[in-house]
């Protein structure tokens, strides 16, 4: 019998804050008991670390809870699309997307500002295709629970597909609805999207936790023979909640493999994972094993191989990552602007002559090839305010990870941008400063070309041709 080549993937929890009420749910907003945590960039990043070093793995799934319309939804997207990119710079070869459903303005948001869209994907659990018990389960429509939109839900994986993504999770909650008629239902999804839009589908078939009534070990069993049957081009993926004996019996007929844990931050450089009750989506075993230590199981008693895992448990020096990323990736330009005094009281937004401006030095630094962080256009121009605690670990992350540092600077006068230009210069980042002819400039910013590479413009911004000329020198 030959090697069954299988792919591996895992999830990774940022926050288990949550605005919806599933009562199936952990993490649900009625959950008093659950410790509510939002993950920071520098937690986040060790995440990453120990999943990709110390596991060694490829694949990784961003998970958290759902939001309503708000400034918090806006911010967490924004932090969900750093999490992508800093992954997708690690090294990571595939990301998926588990939050929940989105509209068509947040998922042209996210392709425009990941830097490998064709490797990431979504997925998006329509949970059951009963729309009365899917509202039994998740609530009556209201704006206030984001997943009891059953028709946003549903529009989700097209939408993201037709955007021109390439990947799609689809998936039931085994133990909501009639199994039979769901996975009737879920074969036709997938068929539809796989024949609309040529994309790579993946299937998950999760069971209620703690529950297995709805159905047992053998008809899940069942249902994987019969979609492996029905849509054989399909990706089967089984999660470690359930049983390694179980999933040993399932492996002739799935395809993806996702252990790891539902602990909001759970992973741990040594030692087993978390599963804390008080901070899981759901609760499994106290003690969780590494995901390499689930498939090195797999891979001893089987003869399996895996993708998206390099097969090995030492921890690589963060230089090899540095090194790698200069290797492959297109360099990251910092683009400094005035935000806060910038913002017109009337209408929340910016001037259209400065919105103009620095959309056109943004489209000439991307025309070069760099990748771009531009705070202002997270904020969507004005129109999503973001917190203290949010932006100043945001921004300062995205500064050390850039190559250099380009300032818009104009009379506005911008507290922000002034501290920028002093991460930079303390961090010995490149900076390249653009303002209008005649700009008062204090003789403490004139003098930055003395301590480091670092140049002031004057310039008319009126004539693109001076920008280009710039930038074909300093970038």
Wanted: charged share 25%; net charge negative; aromatic share 10%.
């Amino acid at each position: 019998m030959g090697i069954k080549r299988m792919a591996v993937a895992v999830p990774i929890y940022i926050s288990n804050r949550c605005d919806c009420a599933c009562t199936m749910c952990g993490m649900s907003r009625n959950n008093d008991r659950l410790v509510r945590i939002d993950g920071d960039y520098a937690t986040i990043r060790k995440q990453l670390e120990i999943l990709y070093y110390r596991e060694e793995l490829r694949w990784v799934m961003i998970l958290s809870g759902e939001y309503r319309k708000g400034a918090y939804r806006s911010s967490h997207l924004s932090r969900v699309i750093w999490t992508v990119n800093e992954a997708l710079m690690m090294g990571f070869e595939r990301v998926t997307l588990n939050i929940g459903a989105l509209d068509e303005g947040e998922i042209a948001m996210i392709r425009h500002r990941v830097i490998y869209p064709e490797r990431l994907g979504l997925a998006i659990f329509q949970e059951t295709y009963n729309r009365e018990l899917y509202h039994k389960a998740f609530g009556s429509y209201s704006e206030a629970i984001p997943k009891s939109d059953y028709d946003g839900r549903l529009r989700t994986a097209e939408e993201w597909l037709k955007s021109g993504f390439g990947m799609v999770n689809l998936g039931i909650l085994l133990g909501i609805g009639n199994f039979e008629e769901d996975v009737k239902e879920l074969i036709r999804h997938a068929t539809d999207l796989r024949e609309g839009y040529s994309a790579m589908i993946q299937i998950s078939l999760p069971r209620i936790v703690g529950d297995h009534r709805g159905c047992s070990d053998n008809e899940l069993i069942g249902i994987i023979r019969r979609i492996r049957q029905k849509i054989p081009w399909a990706e089967i993926i089984i999660t470690t909640r359930e049983e390694k004996e179980l999933i040993t019996k399932m492996l002739p007929y799935i395809d993806i493999v996702s252990p790891g844990t539902s602990e909001v931050l759970g992973y741990r450089e040594e030692g087993p994972i978390g599963n804390d009750p008080d901070k899981s989506q759901f609760f499994i075993n106290e003690v969780r094993e590494r995901p390499s230590e689930i498939l090195s199981y797999f891979q001893q008693n089987n003869n399996i191989e895996f993708n998206y895992w390099k097969g090995g448990s030492s921890f690589k020096a963060p230089i090899e990552m540095k090194e790698q990323k200069e290797q492959c990736e297109p360099e990251l330009i910092f683009l400094s602007t005035p935000i806060t005094n910038a913002i017109i009281p009337e209408t929340g937004c910016l001037s259209i002559d400065m919105t103009a401006q620095i959309k056109m030095i943004a489209d000439k630094i991307r025309q070069k090839g760099y990748r771009l962080f531009l705070a202002i256009e997270i904020e969507q121009w004005g129109k999503v305010k973001a917190t203290p605690e949010e932006i100043t670990p945001r921004d300062y992350n995205n500064l050390l990870q850039s190559n250099r540092l380009v300032v818009y600077l104009t009379e506005c006068f911008s507290e922000g941008t002034l501290v920028e230009i002093g991460w930079a210069s303390a961090n010995q980042i490149p900076t390249t400063i653009i303002c209008p002819k005649n700009l008062k400039i204090s003789p403490l910013i004139k003098g930055l070309n003395c301590i480091g590479d670092n140049r002031i413009y004057y310039v008319d911004f009126g004539n693109t041709e001076e920008i280009d000329v710039i930038f074909n020198e300093r970038l």
